[in-house]
């Protein structure tokens, strides 16, 4: 297998974005991504996205999208794994890669939501849960994840301001990141008053969902230098699944796809939680937050939102998490979100951040989640020489 | 890069079948494939798919169906491309065995499309066409390939009756297929006296849709033999994309991304199209089964028809196609089929195809077709000793 860098990126601000089509979104984070790799052409596209079908109104974006940038020809398909569906193309990307059967590869992350209403949204929105056996009860996605963080609290005698930190700190993220939905920090007192969602989910505890997209292009290592001088080479790209429904687990507080697919991305890159420098983690809801530390071996079950009340998550802490914003601040168009991680942990490993900006990371994980933890892709990325 | 071979194979008979869910389809066909390989592990399960959430409620079918068939824990994705979304999943674990990022991978097809009624279903396969420059103008998918036709059949001054051979071919491969939709010859009579669905498009130029899954287990060449004594190797796989829009083409009667992708198959396997025993066609309609055969370099532009009316294409011609019953005869669970095309062809291959086998094939092709020519995907299947 062949080492894989990350050579361009490009995303479109996460909006409301009422003037750009589904195409027009995926097309402007592709040719950003093309045009700081510096490249014309590419042997293949993958697209990630869950709802176009149900949403925009249109399927068979692999063809749809590379004929749109100019690339009328090239191997294109759409991955699809729910919230997950974004690094999945990523994944998709590197296989090709590394696999050697292709050299120039673009993986691009779609999700166009704001066109629809509310209602369609969040049925479009629980397909990503167990369709027979949880949506059929009556079930939303915001629901699932209301009894996953009851759960939490019950278990681990949590309260839920011990959860405030998440947002706070994502929100205070966003604010230098221009691509962000919010770009307004958030106190304390204004997180004990957002209104409930689905109890004990408030919507301070809840990511928005938006319209955007986010590119990457991908190389091998060897060729990457002709192209970038600040290499991101991806150390480990790993995938791993559970049952969508949260019943049929053994135990629902512990994220097992998580737990895997973290260790098997630890054992690719020859590293351990200690020597990742900032988390890129799936935060859709504060205690998916919690749950995903805890699962990626950041801190011990039950004490994921330790680490938020003792200020480790924020730029200066041990373990910096959402660091242009997270899903929460930076917003959660769903199936481009796993490629905005990947985009944004680039940017930290080439020093792009702005105020945002860490001190010299070498290694950054994204970590994208879909359903209330059925799939798991992760990537670890690092810095050049 | 590592050689390929299919070392089981699993289908269900493709039926308006309302006692079984998309997942226990699913389940059924990788069991059988699992099953035929002796296997009880993989590495990974790659979907195809193109509708389970518009019709059948439910997304995520990576992580679901690899849970049901007792796989949860490994990697798994739904791969969409319209109607080649089949293929591209077969392809998807090509890339991953192939490139040595996995040893042991399963690719399944899958559609559930009965359960709802004509207008959704249309709707839906609509979604495969330009939402905005072919579906908004009231276009049906049908009415596409029918404004194909009649360009053909002027262009080429073809009578409509010179296509019934691959209808009546289709229908006379499927009659001992028992996993086929239709058993029952099909009379040239019968075809000329069979209703429009949208001029020049009759009932008997169309394929059925169905429910219906079909697998592959795929693994390295070389460790193959471990596993199955009548081994067939894929000696390609290949995709090409052309514009969703039939308007946006240079010539709308030579289908681009079927020249490509067959052409870049012949390449990699070292052969020409006269090597080629059997050719499992993607026969939506009768005119894509012509213009493929074309493209394909089977025959000239315009003589497609020439080889139906010869009778080349039957099981005892020159270049037989479609030899379970093709869409036509079979049926077409959209985001199955190129999966079964895959299967029929290692059936041939294997010589498990009982009154329909053909005398010691060693090349066959099967090649799936998302839209109206927008992705292709093509395998060539070899024989091993």
Known sequence: MRDVSVIGIGQTPVLENWEKSLR???ADAVLAAMHDAGIGQADALYVGNMLSGEIAGQEHLGALIADFVGLRGIEAFKIEAACASGAAAVRMGYMAVAGGLADVVIAVGVEKMTDETGDIVAGGLALAADGDYEVLHGLSFVAINAMLMRRYMYAYEIQHKEFAN??????QNAVHNPNARFHSPLTLEQFERAPMIAAPISLMDSSPIGDGAAAVVLCPSEQARAFSSKLVRIAASTVATDSLSLHDRNDPLRLQAVEYSARKAYDQAGIRPDDIDFFEVHDAFSVMAALSLEASG??????GTFLARGGEIFLHGRIPIATMGGL???GHPVGATGVYQVVEAVQQLRGECGPNQLAAPRYGMAQNIGGSGATVVTHILEAGE
């Open 24 to 26: 027009h979104l995926a």
């Open 166 to 171: 998440f947002a706070i700190c994502a929100h």
């Open 298 to 303: 950041f801190a011990e079950p039950g004490k």
């Open 328 to 330: 929460k601040g930076r």
